[in-house]
């Protein structure tokens, strides 16, 4: 079997580890819990016949004072970039962070997710921002934590990705 390593980057509170609970549990939780450092877990996805063990490292979000660890990303595959539809700043967030990560390890498939598309009224990513991010290249997947919307999809386009690399 193959195994292959994917990070979840991402400003505090976008939903990343809600994400990684729906993905591998098909669970979601109201409750806010902080991670530190990073959190680990796995998930077998079958991707044309062949069967891919991702293991998912789950960072701590980023902001001014926090600077993710770009060491944790040392080894992975790819990575999933996700913000906040509810929140514009995470979209500039995601954009250092994906720079970063071209700086110290290349051009990695990844996939960019809005998550809480469950809150779509609220949002201040808006479509051109969208289309500013697919004009680059990115791959955008509008997804829901807390409903699944989009989540199952985003994991397996990135693994697809992997796989074709």
Known sequence: MIQKKICLLG???VGKTSLVSRFVKSLYSDQYITTVGVKVDKKTVNVNGQEINLIVWDLAGEDEFQKARMSYLSGASGYLLVAD???????ETARMLRQR???NFGALPFIFIINKA??????EIDDQAVAECEGQGWTVIKASAKTGEGV???????????YRK
């Open 118 to 123: 469950d809150l779509a009224s609220e949002w």
């Open 11 to 13: 400003a505090f509170a």
């Open 101 to 103: 990560v071209n700086e």
């Open 152 to 162: 199952e999809e985003a994991f397996a386009k990135l693994a697809e990705k992997i």
């Open 85 to 91: 539809g509810t929140r514009i700043d995470t979209i």
